[in-house]
């Protein structure tokens, strides 16, 4: 029997001189793992691999500001996308809905958004937009007596 080339099981080693029981060393390395994932996000997607300045002060208000736009991302990914975008990076979900053709009309005071998508994506947007008008905190919009979204566009 070769124990390294079955295709059931996938072994890892996690070497450790801790005392605590097997099962807790292993959820600990895989909160670790986790970490790491978000330093990639904030590096790649949030542009924190490079600080702006020789200054330690200035880097650090850099860098909390690149934390405080990753928390506001992973809350709007929460409360307004579907669950399979809620497990996409911030470059993934910039490329998929926000890196798109579209054109902003004004016509009889209103703002018309005409994007080039299928209609699965047009759909995901209707999702967000109506998920938004349930949240008018967010964005500085102002509820009417109809519980839609207004915005000064002026």
């Known amino acids: ?11 890892h080693v996690i070497a450790t001189n801790s ?16 970490m790491e994932n978000v330093i990639k996000e904030l590096k790649i997607g949030f542009s924190m691999a490079d600080m702006p300045s020789s200054d330690f002060g200035a880097n650090a208000f850099w860098f909390s500001l690149g934390v405080l736009a990753y928390n506001t991302f992973l809350m709007m990914k ?7 975008f809620r497990r996409k990076t911030a470059s993934t979900i910039r490329w998929q809905l926000i ?25 995901e947007y209707l999702l967000i937009k109506e998920r938004l008008e349930r949240l008018p905190f967010l964005l500085g ?5 109809a519980g839609r979204l ?5």
């Open 1 to 11: 029997m070769d124990l390294f080339n079955q295709s059931e099981y996938c072994y």
């Open 19 to 34: 005392e605590a029981e097997a099962e807790e060393v292993v959820w600990g390395y895989h909160e670790r793992g986790e």
């Open 78 to 84: 929460g409360l307004l996308l579907k669950e399979e």
């Open 99 to 123: 890196e798109i053709a579209g054109k902003v009309i004004k016509k009889a005071r209103q703002l018309i958004l005409k994007v080039s998508t299928s209609i699965e994506r047009f759909n």
């Open 141 to 145: 919009g102002i509820s009417n007596s």
């Open 150 to 154: 207004v915005f000064n566009t002026s």
